[in-house]
């Protein structure tokens, strides 16, 4: 008769804290988010129900106005997104997310540098 012998391969948990347990979550989160955003402006043109569907998943995953609006200017300057989008759609897609990634806040010009030489 044969015993079965139980071999611990690999351990079911690994060694984190919370608070690393906490920082990949949020990176998941991110990701994700980061991941229907590229799909979404693959996809076409940004309608009333892509931008309710990526409000309502921003308040899911904790993503804040700020970051939202980065996610849209990153997948505007996209070129794989941008090709993607132009051979499946057509021309002319992207004012609405461009309206949609736009500052709140305007970045204030640069000071010029003082150096030695100036």
Request: hydrophobic residues 40%.
């Amino acid at each position: 008769m044969e015993t079965l012998v139980k071999v611990k391969m690999w351990p079911k948990l690994l060694d984190h804290t919370r608070e690393q347990c906490l920082g990949v979550l949020r990176n998941l989160e991110c990701s994700a988010y980061s991941s229907v955003v590229d799909a979404f402006r693959a996809g076409g043109d940004l309608t009333a129900e892509k931008k309710a569907s990526l409000l309502e998943l921003a308040k899911i995953l904790n993503i804040p106005l700020e970051r939202h609006k980065t996610e849209i200017r990153r997948a505007i300057n996209d070129e794989l997104l941008n090709t993607v989008s132009y051979r499946l759609c057509g021309p002319e897609q992207s004012f609405a997310w461009m309206k949609e990634g736009r500052r709140i806040i305007p970045i204030l010009p640069r000071a010029a540098p003082i150096t030695g030489l100036a």
